[in-house]
């Protein structure tokens, strides 16, 4: 049962026992061009985590690949002592190249390193929430995720980590990880113009276990789409107002962490998202969704 009330839209979803705001917030867009070196604004920066909290969000999702060791730091530096509610949800499985590269580093002596080192930059005694990152930067790549996966197991065992989740995960990685040990959520690339993921989505509804997208907006290259704009024109509105509003109402499951650099963005997203759409708009965008380019 829910222990948070909370007026953000979209309410709250249990990561097993640990309540989060449906509305995130992901930090990756915090760290300098490129995913590397610290942001323009630290200044800035450190107020966007601090307008999140402010505004009721209790989910934060950040990496230590994200800077890398800067995201980690912003959000201690911005929030430590953090308030009791509030949870943070971590990605282990990448390194960073001095080219900015992201090349795997999923051996159990990487995750071990890696974990502590989180623990470390984020000042904390227990990783809330640790998501094993599979595939590369082209997507999720077939293969077995046992190995790795088992690690984080027996670190959680450990007491340094409450959750488990994977990301940039095939259907049947998420499967093979869930024969090892329960997962509370998959963070896989989705949004209304990149749907490879909805028979994943309604599976793990049906076993309450969440679905976080990322790039929700469209990342590094913001979401295109005619039926979006119309709708959003029609409406009144943003059209990342309506993808986020569409991704809150798409499935019960589904937890938002939007990036942002800016607090007025952040502000901006959580009125958006609480757009109630409406029969003929859910059509018009479902629509365009399902036609080939
Ligand atoms: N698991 C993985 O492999 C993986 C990969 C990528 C990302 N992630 C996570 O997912 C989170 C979300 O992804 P993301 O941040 O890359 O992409 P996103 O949320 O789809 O989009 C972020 C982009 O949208 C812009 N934006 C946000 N709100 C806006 C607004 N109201 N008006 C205009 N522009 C707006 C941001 O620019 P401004 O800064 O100017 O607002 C930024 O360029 C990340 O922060 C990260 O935590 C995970």
Known sequence: MSTLSTSLPGG???????TVTRFGYG???LAGPGVMGPPADPDGALAVLREAVDLGITHIDTSDAYGPRVTNRLIREALHPYPESLRIATKVGANRDE??????????EDLRRSVHENLESLGVEVLDLVNLRLGNAEGPQPGSLAEPFEALVELRQQGLIRHLGVSNATADQVAQARAIAPIVCVQNMYNLAYRQDDELIDTLAEAGIAYVPFF????FSPLQSSALSSVAARLGTTPMSVALAWLLQRSANILLIPGTSSAAHLRENVAGAGLQLRDEDLAELEFDAREPD
């Open 12 to 18: 709250t979803w249990n990561l097993g026992d640990l």
């Open 99 to 108: 080219q900015g590269g992201w090349p795997p580093a999923r051996r159990p």
């Open 216 to 219: 929700p907006l469209g990342g």
């Open 27 to 29: 930090a990756m867009q």
